[in-house]
């Protein structure tokens, strides 16, 4: 099968290259206006946990450490210290003098309520991995306080860092959750100052405290815009509409990156690509997908290599387990390996008593081409994958409520360099969980309690061996990032997946 590139770059763009290259107005005006794809339901970073909302989450709020991207090692934020006081509690000192956005002062009642509403699955948080693990918080005084974990969680300290954003209890209790998802208030480094449709304001925080591992943000407002189509965005780059967009296309960053005035590149990232598929049969009796044979076969029948060549790009590569290779406890050797092989994927069909094929729904988000291509290898080997392409969140959404047996998406772990974010997020027997797999899901929650690094990793090496060998998942390849933004923009894609505008600044 012969897989083809997709231009992207429709006759608006054309036309904008033509023009002569972006205007520089951001730097006139100590500006900087972005372009996502996808609108914001609401700002709550528990709630909007599409990647584009865990930016937003990283400039508006803080969380009580970080992990310094440049060597992952975690670094004071909201605490200045912290220290294990048992194998289940971890005590956190912090900064005292911070204050919100709206003048309130930052205390460990704010920490503790935060964390101790959102521990409770009632509160709808949608990773629920990332707040699940929590038993309770305590204040011990104003600016000490200690989280205590159901179970030894050894990952903890990752989950601390990457995706618990503290806000204000006195604000969020007045205005609810849906008034605060609405009008957020935080600590960070940015300020959400303008709504206006998919449009957003974020203004410089000039009281964002010193020191902080955040650094001294440069840019005084950010502007967003939201524009779904790539092409358009694109266009608008070149046009000088918006300085910075992402989630371009490879072939596209190959066009932009000779253009005057443009930077385009292809970023690294921990984020993994993968096909879920609908073992336990949420979508309803008769379900082949429930067959190990038939999601052995889907397996079998898709070029992997071939995609990730064609239609990746840059340093893409193909994994063959459920999480991303770095992370702890993702041992890459475990998996069972299915080698491209259709006639393979055919006897296997054949054997299962799908020889004439069969239908599946799938939905995907982020690649229309991958996603044909996906597509167009499974009707070769008489499976009709009907697609549709979602935005994001509906996507997501479609799969976590068994609506479709298959699921081309992409996980980023919230850069979490652990495997209990990425594998304990779809196999723990919750929503995300398409197998529900009693053995797998016994031997996570060994590998996530343990406080043995090599029980951990011994868990985690067999779950994946059976997650791998009765096929719940395709797993496809990491993602890179296609990035394109002015050339006079100082910034930095990092592998963790995050831009950081507080980090970035005008030449």
């Known amino acids: ?49 599409s990647r584009d909302g865990v930016v937003m989450t990283r400039h508006i709020w803080d969380t009580l450490i970080w992990r310094d991207p440049a060597d992952f090692r975690y670094r004071p934020l909201l605490a200045i210290d912290w220290r294990m006081v048992d194998d289940r509690t971890w005590e956190f000192d912090l900064r005292e003098g911070v204050v919100f956005h709206d003048g309130s002062a930052f205390t460990a009642e704010d920490v503790a309520f935060t964390l101790n509403h959102y521990a409770d699955p009632e509160a709808g948080a949608r990773s629920q991995r990332s707040v699940s693990w929590i038993e309770t918080v305590e204040v011990v005084d104003d600016y000490t306080v200690r989280i205590v974990a ?104 190959a066009q932009l990156s000779g253009f005057p005035g443009v930077t385009a590149e292809l970023g690294s990232t921990m984020r993994i690509a993968m096909i879920a598929l609908d073992a336990a049969g949420r979508t309803g009796e008769g379900n082949p997908l429930t067959d190990i044979r038939v999601r052995q076969a889907i397996n079998h029948a898709i070029d992997r290599e071939t995609i990730v060549a064609n239609l990746v790009g840059g340093n893409g590569e193909v994994i063959n387990v459920p999480c991303y290779p770095m992370q702890f406890g993702c041992d890459a050797e475990a998996g069972v390996v299915y080698a491209y092989d259709p006639e393979r994927a055919r006897a296997l069909l054949d054997e299962a008593g799908y020889g004439d094929g069969f ?72 929503v995300n969980d398409g197998a529900r797999d009693a053995e797998v899901i016994a031997l996570l929650e060994t590998a996530d309690s343990s406080v043995d690094p090599a029980e951990r990793q011994a868990s985690y090496s067999e779950a994946i061996r059976i997650a791998t060998e009765r096929a719940y998942w395709v797993p496809m390849h990491t993602i890179v990032m296609g990035y394109a933004y002015n050339e006079a923009l100082d910034f930095t894609p990092h592998v963790d997946e995050l831009p950081r505008f507080f980090m970035a600044s005008w030449r």
């Open 359 to 430: 239908s599946v729904d799938m939905a995907s988000f982020r690649d229309r081409a991958r996603a044909e291509a996906v597509q167009a290898y499974l009707a070769a080997v008489g499976v009709t994958a009907n697609l549709e392409m979602l935005q994001a969140r509906a996507s997501f959404s479609a799969w976590r409520e068994g609506q479709i047996g298959m699921w081309y998406g992409d996980w980023g772990s919230f850069s979490v360099a652990d495997t209990s974010a990425s594998m304990s997020n779809f196999f723990n027997g919750g």
């Open 150 to 253: 159901k179970t030894p969680f050894p990952p903890a300290l990752e989950f601390v860092a990457g995706s618990l954003p503290i806000y204000p209890s006195d604000y969020f209790e007045t205005v609810g959750p849906d008034g605060f998802g609405q009008a957020p208030i935080g600590t960070g480094p940015y300020a959400l100052t303008g709504i206006d449709g998919g449009n957003y304001i974020l203004t410089r925080n000039a009281d964002y405290f010193d020191g902080g591992g955040k650094g001294t943000p440069s840019i005084d407002v950010i502007e967003v815009r939201t524009i779904p189509d790539t092409a358009t965005r694109i266009a608008e780059l070149i046009a000088g509409g918006i300085d910075w967009t992402w989630n371009v296309p490879a072939d596209q960053v």
């Open 1 to 49: 099968m012969t897989i083809r590139m997709r231009p992207v770059l429709t006759a608006v763009a054309a036309c904008a290259l033509l023009a002569g290259g972006p205007a520089l107005a951001g730097p006139d005006d100590n500006g900087l206006t972005i372009g996502l794809g996808e609108e914001f339901p609401n700002f709550d970073g528990y709630i909007n946990t």
